[in-house]
């Protein structure tokens, strides 16, 4: 299995052919008394131009969305490299 851990800089393509790389990993606020790992969020960019949600645009998504399999058989996001 390739690697899954998610790292800083670290470059992921999206299962629809989007790349993106990683800004950090942080918590949800409203979760932080007892933070546990399905509370953390990934925070991404884009590295293309869109019209519609502008250039580089940043994205939040939960952790185990990010590692998740769509359609029930391809991961949403395979890390190119690190």
Known sequence: MKDR?????SIWRHYKGQSYKIICVGY???SIEKPIDSDKLVVYES???DVEY???AKWVR???DFLSKVNGN???FIKMQN
């Open 47 to 49: 590295l293309y131009e």
């Open 5 to 9: 851990k998610i790292t800083e800089g």
């Open 62 to 64: 939960c952790k185990k």
């Open 28 to 30: 949800n606020a409203n």
């Open 74 to 76: 391809k991961y949403r």
């Open 54 to 56: 502008g250039n580089y």
